[in-house]
């Protein structure tokens, strides 16, 4: 079976605070994903990878920024938490060739006070 | 417009009856698409993928896809309450692997 896993289930960081979550896969899939997901706004990218090294923007990456230096790690970098990314952040990975059954980490959520 | 819309709902279904749920994307090149459920405080999880026109069953699953109309449906038959969760429609636009969600469904099943 797939496994995603995050650092963490749930974090509070205060604001100005530099935050990371790290998200690791084990099936060697090229492509990882991180969204956030907020009521009534659904799950949105962040950014996305497609391989070591390799960063793509998402859908709202302004505040953020990733990291990808190893094959099964991801991680998603707040520079300067603000309140307003308090959130669950989900994680999530592809195999090759996939078209799409992304396998998603359990989510940490982070409060930002 | 939002590129994936689905009724935020909550749907309130009896148990063992048919929950029907509905999305539309306005990308017509959209090439892939997905059902997933979502268990309060969990992750998703995905349930069906579809890729071409028509019916696809699985157990007590069936998505179906109607490109020329821009929709996608998931039934579950014989809801129980097991199935009560939010559904997310999540939709491959032609370009690379990033998937566009809907914001869900919510399901309720009462016994």
Same mark, same amino acid.
């Given at each position: 079976d797939v496994k995603v896993t995050q650092s963490s289930r749930y974090l509070v960081k205060r604001t100005g605070e530099k935050v990371f979550l790290e998200c690791v896969q084990d099936?060697?899939?090229?492509n990882m994903f991180w969204y956030r997901q907020d009521p009534g706004l659904g799950l949105r990218l962040i950014y996305f990878s497609y391989d070591v090294k390799m960063k793509e923007k998402g859908d709202i990456p302004e505040g953020y920024s990733v990291s990808r230096e190893k094959k099964e790690r991801f991680s998603l970098i707040l520079e300067s938490a603000s309140t307003n990314q308090t959130s669950m952040y989900l994680c999530a990975s592809l195999p090759p060739r996939?078209?799409?059954e992304q396998y998603f980490g359990p989510g940490t959520r982070l409060t930002v006070t | 417009q939002k590129e994936v819309e689905q009724n935020?709902?909550?749907l309130s279904v009896p148990e063992g009856a048919i929950a029907s749920l509905n999305c539309t994307y306005?990308?017509?090149? &959209? !090439?892939s698409f997905f059902w997933y459920r979502q268990y309060s405080g969990k992750s998703p999880e995905l349930i069906m993928s579809i890729y071409s026109n028509g019916d696809k069953e699985d157990g007590r699953f069936t998505a179906q896809l109607n490109k020329a109309s821009q929709y996608v449906s998931l039934l579950i038959r014989? &809801? !129980?309450?097991?199935?009560s969760a939010t559904y997310l429609c999540a939709v491959m636009v032609a370009a690379g692997n990033k998937l566009t969600f809907g914001g869900g469904t919510r399901v309720l099943v009462k016994p």
């Open positions: 099936m060697d899939h090229e996939g078209w799409g | 935020s709902g909550p306005s990308d017509r090149g &959209s !090439q014989d &809801s !129980q309450p097991s199935d």
